[in-house]
């Protein structure tokens, strides 16, 4: 008879979860599920970062760090921001964490008194709304419209502040749509966080993942003042394809970085040590991996998306960065006979043998998120399937 705390009693279970769970017990079965729920890149590490972690054991580096991280690997982060962005941190500016995700969840628990309001753009990354709950803060929802490609306007941010407002999340480019803000939208939804003094939270984990003509620009960039105004969080999770190793950071305005240090001196003591050196060869290394990735990845949404928009009742804007796919299905799943995008994504699952992840978990019921971090092969395989499905019940 276990009383839990009303914080975790609170917490909305991932969505993603059920689905996975029913595609386990599926595959189980014995029946041959194809997976397109997948958050991380199907890449291995590159070997030379592997070797490097080794070594580093092998060379006795097995015991405590600095809570904020190596310096060498805080080095390595800033020389990265100077060459990708053009800016400069001191290395009291950085703290290395346990993923981008822990990163985030140490910032909100920093700066978050009860009742502050963080803005958040729908759709979101299905994390954000419950750390900002978990540090007592108020998720205040804006949404992206779809017809301006899921991003928020200058005048919804105005809008949507308070004087209670602290934060407001970017995450470009997206998870779930994949869409970027360009650097014009940015300047402009910067200038009223100015004026309001609200901080920007900008979350850049998909930033090497890059299509067509597009360019990321971190709204740090843009001037000294912005960069003043901004915690940019970062990893090599994705860029590197080391979701496993739990290595991701948060750069921006001093005081807030040493309260994360002093709370994270209190929870992890440190990011995993091994996993520290791994990272230090990650940007200290060759970087062509990250090249090979981002090619495999647009060649398959390339294919991939003609085939997507031609099944009927899907409409979807052709991502710009990430490795998703956020198809509106509204109508598919009226045309099938389906209440809702949620019934339209299980009956996928259980008749079509296809996991998607309904995007009612990222505030957007009418879309679902297809991630084609899987084989070219496996992709046509599931979109064929979905299509057949849609066209028999039609
Ligand atoms: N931010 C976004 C938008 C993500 O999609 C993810 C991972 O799915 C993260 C942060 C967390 O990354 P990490 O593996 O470094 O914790």
């Not at 020389?79 to 990163?103: M, P, R």
């Amino acid at each position: 008879n276990v009383q839990l705390a009303q914080r975790v009693k609170a917490l909305t279970p991932s969505t993603t979860l059920a689905i996975t769970a029913k595609a386990k017990e599926l595959k189980e079965q014995g029946h041959d599920v194809i997976g397109l729920g997948a958050g991380e890149p199907d890449f291995n590490t590159p070997q030379h970062i592997i070797d490097a972690a080794f070594a580093s054991m092998n060379e006795g580096h097995t015991k405590y760090t600095p809570s904020a991280g190596l310096p060498t690997l805080k080095k390595e982060i800033i020389k990265k921001f100077k060459a990708d962005q053009g800016i400069d941190f001191d290395v009291s500016q950085i703290i290395v964490a346990s993923g981008a995700k822990h990163a985030l969840y140490t910032l909100f628990q920093a700066i978050l008194d009860e009742g502050d309001e963080v803005i958040i753009p729908i759709p979101y990354w299905v994390s954000y709304p419950e750390q900002v709950k978990l540090a007592d803060g108020v998720p205040v929802y804006v949404e992206g419209k779809e017809e301006n490609e899921y991003k928020i306007t200058p005048e919804q941010l105005a809008e949507a502040i308070t004087d209670r407002t602290k934060a407001v999340i970017f995450n470009s480019p997206s998870n779930p749509t994949g869409m970027l803000y360009t650097e014009d939208e940015l300047k402009e939804l910067g200038e009223i966080c100015l004026k309001h003094n609200i901080l920007i939270v900008s979350d850049e984990i998909y930033e090497k993942l890059i299509y067509g003509d597009h360019e990321h620009i971190s709204i740090a960039q843009i001037s000294p003042e912005l960069k003043e105004q901004t915690i940019i969080i970062n990893g090599v999770s994705k860029s590197h394809s080391m979701t496993g190793w739990r290595i991701g950071y948060a750069a921006g305005n001093k005081d807030i970085i040493k309260a994360m240090t002093n709370l994270a001196s209190h929870s992890t003591s440190n990011p995993t040590t091994t996993a520290q050196y791994g990272a230090i060869a990650a940007y200290a290394g060759p970087q062509d991996m990250l090249t090979e990735m981002r090619e495999a990845f647009e060649q398959r949404l390339n294919i991939i998306y003609d085939k997507l928009i031609a099944i009927p009742g899907f409409t979807c804007l052709k991502p710009q960065g990430a490795f998703y796919l956020f198809p509106n299905v509204k109508q598919a799943a009226e045309i099938t006979g389906y209440a809702n995008v949620d019934e339209f994504s299980q009956a996928l699952l259980a008749e079509a043998m296809v996991a998607v992840i309904p995007g009612s978990g990222f505030g957007a019921p009418n879309n679902i998120r297809l991630s084609y971090a899987t084989s070219l092969e496996l992709l046509e395989k599931a979109v064929d399937r979905i299509h057949r499905f849609v066209e028999k019940k039609m």
